[in-house]
């Protein structure tokens, strides 16, 4: 399965919320369904807003359903990560440090004088280009957590540049 389309959008499953949160940091508008979902087998949003479903879940949907669902096989969060890059592109769009991990929005700039007045001087001092969530009022930086997650992302591009799609099996590496 090879998707292509301009700037892919999502709908994690509840229990791929840390793979949600990692394409949310990549810039993607990604979804997680809530943990007690009343009907977290058969989601409608992805077929409303044209989003990729991303589940580990091996209940077969509806045709229609079925051909926009991505259904990963790791547990790993690398692995998850690469299983969804390696099928759904990625590098084009990706856009790092645009999007609230949290609450899914877009990310605002805010002007030094503004973040030096929210920020303790050791974190203004060290760093540059703030921005914040207009949603939950988050402030973002490229400390360690950015650093971490850029490297992460940079590995799974890595791989997929030199691994190609078939020298990757997940089942045999799980077992
Ligand atoms: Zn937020």
């Given amino acids: 399965m090879k998707f292509t389309k301009q700037i892919p959008k999502f709908l994690a499953a509840s229990h791929l919320g840390s793979l949600g949160r990692q394409l949310r940091f990549a810039g993607f508008d990604c979804l997680i369904m809530e943990e007690n979902s009343t009907n977290p087998d058969s989601p409608t949003l992805p ?6 479903f ?10 229609k359903l079925e051909k926009q669902t991505l259904r990963l ?16 592109e990625l590098r ?8 609230c991990t949290l ?9 030094p004088d503004e973040a030096k007045s929210l920020l303790p001087d050791r974190i203004f001092f060290t ?3 703030f921005r914040r969530c207009p949603t939950c009022q988050r402030i ?10 850029m490297k992460r992302w940079k590995y799974i591009f890595e791989e997929i540049s030199k691994g190609g799609e078939n020298q990757l099996d997940f089942s045999e590496k799980a077992r």
């Fill in 47 to 52: 077929l409303e807003e044209g989003r990729y």
């Fill in 54 to 63: 991303l589940t580990r879940s091996c209940r077969s949907f509806p045709k």
């Fill in 73 to 88: 096989r790791s547990t790993n969060l690398e692995e998850q990560m690469l299983e969804t890059a390696m099928n759904i």
């Fill in 92 to 99: 084009e769009t990706f856009a790092p440090y645009t999007r």
């Fill in 103 to 111: 609450c899914n929005i877009p990310l605002k700039k805010i002007s």
């Fill in 127 to 129: 760093h540059s280009d």
């Fill in 140 to 149: 973002y930086w490229k400390g360690d957590h950015y650093n971490r997650m």
